[in-house]
């Protein structure tokens, strides 16, 4: 979806819409107070910002991603919110000579655009002590097609784009549940699972805004894929347009679906 400060910043709408997600899932996943961990594709920093909460100051959170100019706006918000115990890496997870005594590692929305999502979790296990814990939470497209309704034609259009813009990208559309494969084929545990999916209906909702900047960081994919063009999605007026279609349909709008999990390695 791109690198420009657009999208940055649709990446931080897009963690707020999910940070209670987030959070029950850290929380249930046994993150804790004086952990080290390490958050494979930080992006703009808002797990490791999560994290960081969850550790404490004693604790240590250590973010990588591929992209170093992102992660100067990590580290500035970070710094700005006044975190000490956090410390971005640029660089390849897989390349990288990270240490083995994490006592978590973790991901949101990063094993689906990996290329063997149970080799990433296979190499990543292996910074883990004995007795760490592996937890990632992914999107899965699939349930989506069960907001499609006849009376919201405009939703129904933007999830058969969203979907087939990210098929033919090649990333996983069912990484949300392809997780417990990739757990077990990695030679982890059996994850516990959660399915989320934030849902609104109200005018000052954000996920409005926050589905119109989607589709403006899609925009030049979805035309390249010949899905449709900038003219007939109108991407400036997009979320007015959701908002009066739920107003006059009076059916909510529900986000992509997270599924989380979770597994603990043997001490």
Do not use: C
Not at 68 to 82: H, T, Y
Not at 106 to 128: C, F, K, N, Q, S
Not at 152 to 165: D, M, Q
Not at 199 to 208: A, I, K, L
């Amino acid at each position: 979806m791109g690198r420009s400060k657009g999208e940055t910043e649709r990446l931080i709408k897009q963690s707020q819409l999910y940070e209670d997600v987030t959070r029950r899932f850290f929380l249930r996943s046994g993150i804790a107070k004086g952990m080290k961990v390490l958050d494979v594709g930080s992006g703009a920093g808002d797990v490791a910002l999560t994290l960081a909460e969850f550790v404490g100051p004693d604790g240590t959170v250590i973010g990588v991603d591929v992209n170093p100019d992102i992660l100067k706006i990590a580290q500035a918000r970070a710094d700005a919110a006044g975190f000490s115990n956090i410390e971005f890496i640029a660089g390849d997870t897989r390349t990288l000579g990270l240490p083995d005594d994490f006592d978590a590692v973790v991901g949101r929305l990063v094993l689906m655009y990996m290329a063997d999502p149970a080799e990433t979790l296979r190499h990543l296990a292996t910074h883990l002590r004995p007795g760490g814990i592996v937890a990632f939470q992914e999107v899965d497209f699939t349930p989506y097609t069960a907001a499609v309704h006849p009376d919201t034609p405009l939703a129904n259009k933007l999830i058969e784009w969203g979907r087939t813009v990210f098929e033919r990208s090649g990333a996983h559309l069912e990484m949300g549940m392809d997780l417990y494969k990739a757990f077990v084929e990695a030679g982890l545990p059996e994850p516990t699972l959660h399915f989320e999916a934030p849902m609104g209906g109200p005018e000052d909702w954000p996920g409005y805004e926050y589905l119109e900047n989607s589709f403006r960081s899609l925009v030049p994919l979805l035309e390249a894929y010949g899905i449709t063009t900038a003219e007939a999605l109108d991407v400036d007026t997009l979320a007015e347009r959701i908002q009066a279609e739920v107003a006059a349909a009076k059916r909510p709008i529900m986000l992509p679906p997270h599924i989380t999990a979770y597994a603990t390695l043997a001490s």
